[in-house]
């Protein structure tokens, strides 16, 4: 080698300790730009939230993810394999590479932030140890086991309004509009007959109750007044 080359590999060599490759993004910059996307996406293999599980996904043709059932025909039927170019352009805006697909995101502007959050879609799981295993995307929680006053044993209907009964004894009105009825079939739902109350918004007068599968609600519900 001549000096040159070495005096060339050294300034390289102390240049990529402070940027990560030329041209490319910085995947730990990228775990935190995936912040935008986490609330919709688990990079957890199979994990499918709002969006499909994104473990994977660079390599991959759109709309082929195992196991996630709500594809738009837009996405289905488009001939896109993503990789950084077409992740480049999806982000910017998803309208305008895949019209009419179901993914609400505005898309993100900055060419960099998009950059970094490709190098960390190319390999989340090196990232997430440099963040401190912070893998960004919320996990449903379980509903199996809950305590008793997260479980509910009965559900009453009268006017404009829902008496809950709950494991603990304690009947709880709520008004018609602050209740929601969900399913959560997966493993992580609550037991078959044994739906769980989850309680939100300002002192707890909103709730939502998760049901094993939709044909309990009609069960529980008995509309009668006292
Ligand atoms: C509000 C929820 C939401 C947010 C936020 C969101 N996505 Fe999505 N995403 C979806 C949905 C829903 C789909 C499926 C769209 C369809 O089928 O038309 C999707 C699809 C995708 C796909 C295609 C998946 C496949 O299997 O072909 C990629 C890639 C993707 N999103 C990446 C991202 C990234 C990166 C971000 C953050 C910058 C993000 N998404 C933010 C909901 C979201």
């Known amino acids: ?25 910085d995947a730990a910059r990228g775990a935190k730009v995936f912040g935008a996307c986490a609330a919709c996406h688990s990079l957890r293999a199979g994990e499918h939230l709002t969006g499909p599980s994104l473990a994977g996904m660079v390599g991959r043709r759109a709309g082929t993810t195992d196991g996630f059932v709500r594809y738009s025909e837009a996405l289905r039927k ?33 060419a960099g932030q998009r950059a ?27 509903l199996r086991g809950l305590e008793p006053q997260a479980r509910v044993t009965a559900i009453r209907y009268c006017q404009d309004s829902y008496f809950v009964t709950l494991a603990s004894g304690r009947t709880i009105p709520f008004w018609e509009f602050n209740l929601r009825f969900k399913t959560n079939g997966t493993a992580d739902g609550p037991a078959p007959s044994k739906p769980a109350i989850l309680r939100a918004g300002m002192g707890g007068d909103r709730a939502s109750i998760v049901f094993a599968s939709p044909e309990e609600i009609n069960q529980f519900i008995k509309r009668r007044c006292e």
């Open 116 to 142: 970094d959050l490709i190098a960390f879609l190319k390999n989340p799981g090196a990232s997430a140890e440099a963040s401190g295993g912070m893998m960004g995307a919320p996990r449903l929680e379980s």
């Open 78 to 110: 488009a001939d896109v394999t993503w990789d950084e170019k077409s992740l480049d352009v999806w982000i910017a805006n998803p309208q305008k590479l895949i019209p009419d697909n179901l993914m609400t995101f505005r898309g993100i502007r900055d």
């Open 1 to 25: 080698m001549t000096l040159e080359k070495i005096h060339y590999a050294a300034l390289m060599a102390a240049l990529s300790a402070v940027t990560p490759a030329f041209g490319a993004g």
